[in-house]
């Protein structure tokens, strides 16, 4: 009870404007008492409008009342001060920097509890009371604090704006609308809110919808990514099992090659020490008939050298040892030179089968394809540098600028001989193989260019369509010449129709079979495209007309 006396006596005695114990307290004609000071303060803000009101009620006074001490107030706050009451209520809650502030406190003020559009001032829990007791004020609109309340206030007119114009989709009020805005679509500014709050309500289960949806796609992308993780790991693991198997495969093919080099060695080495030993042997026999010849020719009875000549004299039969032929370091050589071809066999499985392998592997990609670019800059993401083959080179053609420009010559080059080698037609292919993404750009001179792709298998000997570029199944072209533009595939003419261009662009995306090539200037302007499987990696390629003719693939940034 005493607790309770306590709450009851301070909310008795404290100021609403301050929130202080009443200091020199006045009743005003309403009943409501304040510190004479606030109350003062407070109406010499309304001086200029002549009518003094009360900050609780709202209860409007003329003239200004006359402000009298209350006695009573002043001795109960005294007494009350006695018993140690000496601040406000504690949960009083005063406005921070970040806070919206009431707009009725006077020194420091509290935060803000609730902000009316009608009054447009912000309110603390204390005075915010009338418009919870009083009916003039029920009827305003009370909103959570803001600190935009003056956003409300028409800065030509100084109203409030109730009124939203259609026509110029922003708010007004009703002197607008009378003024600059007669003749306007306008409704109330609630009537408007009404409308756009429904289409808030579509938006927002719109954004509800993609949410889901991008959530569930997000997570069948994370078992996506967990499947070609997985799927990764096992592949990287049998790879590991097959080359690790291949590895064994060689070492043990070397091991049976030294076992055998070494039993050879051990046959060969036993072969010739047994005919060392019988030349040793022999040589000893030698030498012992040797010495009895010597002894025989000192015999001076003529009779006993007679008798006994014949039987030292013979010789047994000599070793054969006509086959001995010294080679030191060359007795296993074509067994070196047989594992150095198939060395190189090998390496050239690896390199030709390598490309297949990382074709493959580049393929793997569980995300759609992107598309196709529009713009230059676009497709200059995916430029690549080519070079140009001269093993691939017809005899008329003559590389220059790190092979990245071709000629076609009068006189023939003197190039080797190579089986990669055009020998019917003035062409020539790329070193690089092209797979995944790629662009390229060929500038071209003369009377005329085939500007081509084409698989490695390719025919290169003779002048059949099937070495040349556009007329089999292993090659597409675009030919260009002063006069026209045509594609051709597998012997089949397409006649490209478009403006004639000097530039062509080539844009390539391997996994996803298209082929695409473009008149280059300020815009990409397609000539034709191709929508297919490919099924080895390709090479660029050039043919040309006649001699003269030139074509650049360009150095692309």
């Known amino acids: 009870m005493a607790q309770r006396g306590d709450q009851l006596g301070q909310e008795t005695i404290s100021c609403s404007i301050c929130l202080d114990l009443l200091k020199d307290p006045v009743t005003i004609p309403c009943g409501h008492s304040y510190c004479m000071r606030c109350i003062k303060g407070f109406w010499d803000g309304e001086d200029q409008i002549k009518l003094y009101s009360c900050p609780q009620c709202r209860e409007a006074f003329a003239p ?12 109960l706050v005294e007494q009350l001060k006695k018993t140690g009451l000496q601040a406000a209520p504690a949960d009083h809650c005063y406005a921070g ?77 009703y002197l607008c609308s009378v003024d600059e805005h007669k003749g306007h679509d306008t409704v109330s500014a609630a009537a408007e809110r009404t409308e756009r709050q429904r289409e808030l309500e579509v938006s927002r289960l719109n954004i509800q919808q993609r949410i889901q949806d991008r959530e569930k ?52 080495v036993s072969r010739v020490k047994e005919l060392q030993e019988k030349l040793q042997q022999e040589i000893t026999e030698l030498k012992r008939k040797d010495a009895e010849l010597k002894q ?34 060359r007795y296993f050589e074509d067994v070196t030179a047989a594992v150095s071809e198939l060395r190189d066999k090998l390496q050239d499985i690896l390199r030709d089968e390598w490309t297949n392998i990382s074709l ?41 600028e790190g092979n990245r420009k071709v000629e076609i010559m009068r006189k023939q080059q003197s190039y080797s001989s190579h089986p990669d080698r055009f020998t019917g037609w003035s062409q020539v292919l790329s070193r690089e193989s092209l797979t995944g993404r790629c662009y390229w750009e060929v500038e071209w001179k003369g009377k005329g260019v085939g500007v081509a792709v084409a698989y490695k298998n390719i025919r290169r000997t003779g002048q059949s369509i099937e070495c040349f570029l556009g007329f089999n199944d292993k090659s597409w072209a675009l030919y260009c010449d002063s006069n ?66 030139t074509a650049e693939f360009f150095k692309l940034k």
Not at 130 to 136: C, D, F, L, R
């Open 296 to 329: 025989l020719s000192h015999t001076e009875d003529h009779n006993q050298f007679l008798h006994n000549y014949p039987s030292v004299s013979q010789l047994s039969e000599p070793t054969d040892s006509s086959s001995i032929n010294i080679r030191p370091l």
């Open 97 to 173: 920097p970040e806070d919206v502030a009431c707009d009725v406190c006077t020194g420091r003020k509290l935060k803000a509890l609730k902000s009316c559009l009608q009054c447009l001032i912000s309110y603390c829990e204390n005075h915010l009371e009338p418009h919870y007791n009083v009916s003039q004020f029920q009827k305003h609109k009370l909103v959570d604090p803001s600190m935009q309340l003056q956003e409300n206030i028409c800065s030509r007119h100084d109203e409030v704006m109730k009124i939203f114009c259609r026509t110029d989709q922003q708010s007004i009020c």
């Open 484 to 549: 026209s533009h045509h594609f051709w595939f597998n012997n089949i003419k397409t006649l490209i129709s478009g403006p004639r261009s000097r530039r062509v662009g080539v844009y390539l995306d391997h996994r996803a079979g298209i082929l695409s090539f473009y008149s280059v200037s300020e815009t990409m302007t397609l000539f034709h495209r191709v929508q297919t499987t490919f099924t080895q990696p390709l090479h660029a390629g050039i043919w040309l007309d006649s001699p003269g003719d």
């Open 64 to 75: 200004k009342p006359v402000l009298k001490k209350n006695t009573m107030l002043a001795d």
């Open 360 to 400: 493959t592997v580049t393929e793997v990609d569980f995300l759609l394809s992107q598309p196709e670019p529009k713009t230059r800059a676009e497709f200059l993401k995916y430029s690549c540098e080519i070079t140009l083959d001269p093993n691939t080179a017809n005899t008329s053609l003559l590389l220059s």
């Open 217 to 268: 796609d997000v997570k069948l992308l994370q078992q996506e990514v967990e499947a070609v993780s997985l799927s990764a790991d096992k592949e990287v693991e049998d790879s590991e099992k097959i080359f690790t198997e291949l590895i064994c495969l060689l070492q043990q093919r070397s091991s049976d090659v030294n076992q055998q080099i070494r039993s050879q060695q051990e046959t060969e």
